[in-house]
């Protein structure tokens, strides 16, 4: 469980807490590439509890590690309310590229709270509309 006290004290961070740059997103990855079991227990049951911008950073970093696990954590972001947390989600789910299919892990009744959020937010609407459609290609059958 080392690996992950390593990954939660990098993600609880709050050095820089609007930004978080590429190089601290690859720290973590490298930590989740050596987790180990426990370590992904931990971070199973642990995570309900993380603030969003923990989510949200875990996420981001969860891109790299192409695992039926990961790629099942990262689905359960989108059941979040928080709008970064949900876009995280979206795009490390971009890097399966249909290794696994999203349809068989999440019920439409997730999808419809993700864009739910995703609309609410008080963004650009190009991007908004960007994210809709990267989140309904997720769920094409």
Do not use: H
Not at 55 to 63: E, F, I, M, Y
Not at 84 to 101: G, M, Q
Not at 107 to 130: D, H, P
């Amino acid at each position: 469980m080392r690996n992950f006290k390593d990954a939660d004290q990098l993600m609880s961070s709050t050095k820089n807490e609007m930004f978080w740059d590429e190089s601290e997103v690859d720290l973590v990855r490298n930590i989740f590439e050596k987790f180990d079991d426990a370590d992904w227990q931990e971070l199973e049951k642990t995570l309900p509890f993380k603030p969003d911008q923990w989510k949200a950073r875990c996420a981001q970093s969860l891109s790299a590690i192409l695992s039926e696990r990961s790629y099942k954590l990262l689905l359960t972001f989108l059941d979040s309310q928080d709008y970064w947390t949900v876009v995280r989600a979206i795009e490390s789910l971009d890097e399966f590229e249909n290794k696994f299919r999203a349809y068989d892990y999440v019920s439409t009744e997730v999808v419809n709270r993700a864009t739910l959020t995703i609309q609410k937010y008080q963004g650009n609407e190009e991007v908004k509309t960007y994210t809709l459609t990267r989140l309904n290609s997720l769920f094409q059958k």
